[in-house]
């Protein structure tokens, strides 16, 4: 009796001792590494199957049972990026919009000093899922990652916040230079972003019923707007009712067709160097006699928080004015616009030129972070009520420039 009592209780001990070796394992956590990326994860977080992350070329981790609350993936291999990061971003969120449609919601986050593109839509394998598509670029390579949670999570989720606070990168911290050896980079601009105002469906339709009004006892029967990186495409369509040669009432077809395009800003824009940009239109544009149709360049200077500035990219990409985000050395805008067509000029090339840009301060000192902004927008006649000018009014590409360094 006595005997069993004692391997019973030495049984119950090493039990506990392996479970309490279990759980100081769990609490030293673990990490899991994809390229230049890597996670440090502890329980409650679990690592998936093995077979399961062999077959989606993926590592697992999963939160709550089998991975009800959170299930995140990350595929194993990384692209190299073969364009600027920030035409890559502007490129992949076209094509999130394009697949989702009007069920994905998209913006940046920014955890650890990383700075991420995120994407909220519905998942595929079942409904009361969604999907939120995470993606970063570190040392020129594409890092995804894609975690799948109840559809009652609006935003990023607690517990993969706090995973992705506490990320760590292999991404070299780059050297700093001594003026010993070799002359310093010139300070320059870079494009870090570029945003497409894209109106929605009810914005649209509000600009046509303005267009609609102009049109006395006429109809707009269609219309369009496709605006791009480096310009835009559209048409108005619709008719008047007029006096016939007969007297009696004629339908007299009234069509616009826009088809404009730009050169590429620069990449880097180095310091105190102005700028040059040529736009031209299509062989299909057409205006009235008596229209026009033109491009504005405005050059501006933008300081305010991170969570300011994020404001202001999502208004602008709703196709809402520039915010008034002043900063103390501010100057007034710069402006430079062109006809493109109309105002008795046959449609053609004509380049806009900027002044120099504005050198981007080396220690401010006051806390802001500060974007330069180049905006290109479409304009028509000098009234603004010319038929279509409402629909041109809505065109509007913002390239923004961080500071930086010259090559």
């Known amino acids: 009796m006595a005997g069993r009592s004692y391997h019973g209780i030495r049984a119950r001990l090493a039990a506990l001792a392996c479970a309490l070796a279990l759980a100081a394992g769990a609490a030293r956590g673990e990490t899991l590494t994809v390229g230049d990326l890597s996670l440090d994860y502890a329980a409650p977080w679990q690592r998936g199957d093995a077979r399961e992350e062999a ?3 993926s590592l697992i981790l999963l939160h ?61 394998e079942g409904e009361g899922r969604v999907v939120f598509h995470l993606v970063t670029v570190l040392d020129g390579r594409v890092h995804h990652l894609l975690a799948q949670a109840p559809a009652a999570e609006r935003d990023l989720p607690e517990p993969l916040r706090a995973l992705l606070s506490a990320a760590r990168t292999a991404v070299a911290e780059p050297a700093t230079v001594s003026p010993q050896a070799g002359p310093l980079a010139s300070p ?11 109106p929605d469906a009810g914005r649209l ?97 933008l300081c305010g928080s991170e969570t300011a500035l994020r404001e202001a990219w999502r208004r602008m990409a709703a196709g809402e004015a520039t915010p008034a985000l002043d900063c103390p050395e501010s100057a007034a805008p710069a402006v430079a616009a062109a006809a493109l067509a109309g105002d008795a ?63």
């Open 55 to 57: 077959e989606s070329a």
């Open 64 to 124: 709550g049972a089998g991975g009800a609350a959170l299930t995140v993936r990350l595929p194993d291999h990384q692209v190299r990026l073969r364009l600027p990061e920030a035409r890559f971003r502007e490129r992949l969120e076209r094509q999130w919009r394009e697949r989702h449609g009007a069920t994905v919601a998209i913006r940046p986050v920014e955890l650890a000093g990383l700075g991420w593109l995120m994407a909220r839509y519905p998942s595929q």
């Open 188 to 198: 320059a601009w870079r494009l870090e972003r570029v945003i497409v105002a894209r």
């Open 205 to 301: 339709g509000m600009l046509a019923g303005r267009e609609a009004a102009l049109l006395p006892g006429g109809l707009v029967t269609g219309y369009a707007l496709s605006p791009r990186e480096l310009g835009f495409g559209g048409f108005l369509e619709g008719y008047v009712w007029v006096a016939g040669e007969d007297g009696q009432p004629a339908r007299r077809p009234l069509a616009r067709r826009w088809d404009v395009a730009w050169d590429a800003p620069p990449e880097v824009w180095p310091a105190r160097a102005p700028l040059s940009l040529t736009a031209r239109v299509g062989p299909d544009t057409r205006v009235a006699p008596d229209g026009r149709l033109g491009l504005r360049l405005t050059l501006a200077l």
């Open 345 to 407: 000029a046959p449609p053609g090339e004509r380049a806009l030129d900027l002044p120099a840009a504005a050198a981007p301060p080396a220690h401010a000192g006051d806390g802001l972070a500060r974007r330069l902004v180049l905006s290109a927008r479409a304009f028509g006649t000098e009234s603004g009520q010319g038929w279509g000018d409402s629909l041109l009014g809505a065109v509007a590409v913002h390239y923004v420039y961080a500071p930086g360094a010259g090559p």
